[in-house]
T-cell receptor, first 112, second 111 residues
Framework: DAKTTQPPSMDCAEGRAANLPCNHS???????VYWYRQIHSQGPQYIIH???NNETNEMASLIITEDRKSSTLILPHATLRDTAVYYC?????????????FGGGTRLMVKP | DAGVIQSPRHEVTEMGQEVTLRCKPI?????LFWYRQTMMRGLELLIY????????DSGMPEDRFSAKMPNASFSTLKIQPSEPRDSAVYFC?????????FGPGTRLTVL
């Protein structure tokens, strides 16, 4: 699976959009971009994933650049409960048992 | 659905003792994963199963660790003998597709 690079930490004001970047310059054509987050003392939670097109669900939006070498997770209106470590993961969707390789992630702090 | 269930939630034991962690995956999920999380090493995959069969155990740190999945609704991770460096949070996750669902974890402390 391709390696990802994320900033170790970010701050965001409550109610504002949180934009979390991820670089995955060695991503292969069959690899998806996944985002998970881990709120303190809980297990990781799936947020969203995508291949080429931008994706949106009830939690977040995922913007993938045209060359697929980077992506941005957007939390449109961050709340205090969004304070967590956010992991960007790239992996082949099928095969390899859906394995996830977690990096260091970005620690997002949402402040009042 | 109750989600992935892990027990115990907290375990404190002494070095040399056997520790058994338990996991009940979400019904219908055919993949089960065991992860370990520490401050130093982050979140690491230890082993995973597909249809109760171990597929990749390359993440298991050493022979003191063993995992079993006797049926589709139950898995165990055993450490024997335990050592202080095994102190960590152990997560179980299950999946049937692209999304993995994680349990609440077991916080293990080995004194």
């Amino acid at each position: 699976d391709a390696k990802t690079t994320q900033p170790p930490s970010m701050d965001c004001a409550e109610g504002r959009a949180a934009n979390l970047p991820c670089n995955h310059s060695t991503i292969s054509g069959n690899e998806y971009v996944y985002w998970y987050r881990q709120i303190h003392s809980q297990g990781p939670q799936y947020i969203i994933h995508g291949l080429k097109n931008n994706e949106t669900n009830e939690m977040a939006s995922l913007i993938i650049t045209e060359d697929r070498k980077s992506s941005t997770l957007i939390l449109p209106h961050a709340t205090l409960r969004d304070t967590a470590v956010y992991y960007c993961i790239v992996r082949v969707a099928y095969g390899a048992g859906n394995m996830l390789t977690f990096g260091g992630g970005t620690r997002l702090m949402v402040k009042p | 659905d109750a989600g992935v269930i892990q027990s115990p939630r907290h375990e404190v034991t002494e070095m040399g003792q056997e520790v058994t962690l338990r996991c009940k995956p979400i019904s219908g999920h055919d993949y089960l994963f065991w992860y370990r999380q520490t401050m130093m090493r982050g979140l690491e995959l230890l082993i995973y199963f597909n249809n109760n069969v171990p597929i990749d155990d390359s993440g298991m740190p050493e022979d003191r660790f063993s995992a079993k999945m006797p049926n589709a609704s139950f898995s165990t991770l055993k450490i024997q003998p335990s050592e202080p460096r095994d102190s960590a949070v152990y997560f179980c996750a299950s999946s049937v597709g692209r999304e993995q669902f994680f349990g609440p974890g077991t916080r293990l402390t080995v004194l």
